[in-house]
């Protein structure tokens, strides 16, 4: 295809959107409002997502060593985890250190003022890059020598394991039901213009013109429609999802804890994208039947 034929398209997409207004409207708004629904339902699928990371970010492993443990099993703990699979981060707190917090914690209750420490030895708190691995690296450091005790979250981080594993099968199974549904009813919008235009195709036939010269600008004009439906329910998505964190986080200021992960150009990357794509596929869907005729 030369460049003048393609510069014919991309006028002739321009020409049609706008000669076609009231079908182009309808395209956007019917594009718009499918991906609205996709696209909030996917932001919430993210978003508790991201809950279930930062309840797993939260989860620390308690390591006590052992009050006689000698300097040397203490550095071996220290190297141990420093270069242990699925550890994120650790701090090394000195007996000393220990004894004062709990010194600390008992204040009001029990006056241990100039008693020294006799029992309590170095502690290690162990932070890990995903909650699954909690147990089975729990039970790795309690064989190390000097080791006392490992206090770990087993139960909590199995319950979060498994919230994470529900969130992310039904935000996939129903994404892509979501996914099909909005392209289905996209495609029909689509479908309903390029039959408006039946006539326009045929002359076109007739007068000689080659299957991909008049699919272009169809093509075209599926990508520009699906685009500007696209932004349209990003500003829908983001104005709905502002609002609704503001009742929300009014009702339970617990959830401001956990503020959503995505940024809002990267939404409306991915909302234009999907637009973009549906619109091009569903004109190059729509138009086929008519230029088999």
């Not at 699925?86 to 090394?92: D, G, I, L, S, Y």
């Not at 498994?162 to 979501?178: K, M």
């Not at 349209?232 to 503001?246: D, E, H, N, R, S």
Request: aromatic share 8%; glycine share 8%; hydrophobic share 50%.
């Amino acid at each position: 295809m030369s460049l003048r034929s393609l510069e014919f398209a991309v006028c002739e997409a321009f020409v049609s959107i706008r000669r076609n207004g009231l079908m182009s409207i309808a395209s956007v708004t019917t594009i718009s409002l499918s991906l609205a629904v996709l696209g909030g339902f996917a932001l919430l699928v993210l978003w508790l997502n991201g809950v279930a990371k930062s309840l797993s970010e939260e989860l620390e492993i308690c390591v006590f060593m052992k009050f006689r443990a000698t300097p040397q099993e203490i550095a071996q703990v220290h190297d141990y985890l420093s270069q242990m699979r699925h550890v994120k981060a650790f701090t090394h707190i000195p007996a000393a250190q220990v004894w004062e917090q709990a010194k600390e914690s008992y204040k009001g209750y029990i006056d241990l003022t100039g008693i020294p420490n006799v029992s309590l030895g170095d502690e290690f708190i162990v932070k890990l890059d995903n909650a699954k691995h909690t147990s089975s690296v729990a039970n790795e450091i309690a064989r190390l020598k000097g080791v006392d005790e490992v206090l770990a979250p087993r139960k909590e981080a199995k319950e979060i394991v498994r919230f994470s594993n529900f969130i992310e099968i039904l935000g996939a199974s129903a994404s892509g039901v979501l996914l099909i549904i909005t392209a289905f009813i996209i495609s029909n919008a689509i479908r309903l213009t390029v039959f408006a235009r039946r006539r326009e195709i045929r002359i076109m036939q007739l007068v000689g013109a080659t299957n991909w010269f008049i699919r272009l600008p169809f093509l075209l004009e599926g990508i520009v429609l699906g685009a500007i439906g696209g932004a349209i329910a990003c500003g829908i998505v983001l104005g709905g999802a502002f609002y609704v964190t503001k009742v929300v986080t009014r009702m339970w200021p617990l959830l401001e804890r956990y503020p959503g992960n995505i940024e809002p150009s990267q939404l409306l990357g991915g909302m234009v994208g999907l637009g973009c794509c549906i619109g091009l596929v569903g004109s190059f869907m729509s138009i086929r039947k008519f230029l088999k005729t």
